[in-house]
């Protein structure tokens, strides 16, 4: 299953995110937004990415559960380094944190409804 998280923007899910090793403090315990995309959604909305990968062949329902995240969030939760390779799981008290594995970073953009006035 391959998951896209935007942080901080309107439309799609929301629910909180509990990294491994990263503590909740006020500047990243705060939802994010996120929706469930697949292969080709990136390039098909014109989003770059900026570290790491997009889904791949590999990616499955079968798979190990994989993220690209944009850079906001990248930022919040991983200030002094990078988000590739780190885990984790949605929910204040995730059933299964860590289940989820981040591939990509890509650039910040409009991820909702282009009709939606500024």
């Not at 299953?1 to 929301?14: K, Q, R």
């Not at 315990?29 to 062949?57: C, D, H, L, Q, W």
Request: aromatic share 12%; net charge neutral.
């Amino acid at each position: 299953m391959c998951f896209a998280f935007f942080a901080f923007n309107d439309g799609g899910w929301s629910d909180q995110v509990l990294f491994r090793a990263v503590p909740r403090t006020p500047a990243n315990g705060k939802a994010v937004t996120f929706n469930i995309t697949g292969n080709g959604f990136f390039s098909a909305m014109g989003i770059p990415v900026v570290e790491g990968r997009t889904y791949n062949a590999q990616d499955l329902v079968n798979s190990p559960k994989v993220a690209g995240i944009n850079q906001t969030m990248a930022r919040r939760f991983f200030p002094n380094g990078s988000a590739i390779g780190q885990h984790f799981g949605i929910g204040d008290t995730p059933d299964h944190p860590g289940e989820i594995e981040v591939i990509g970073v890509l650039k910040d953009a409009k991820y909702s409804l282009s009709t939606k006035v500024p």
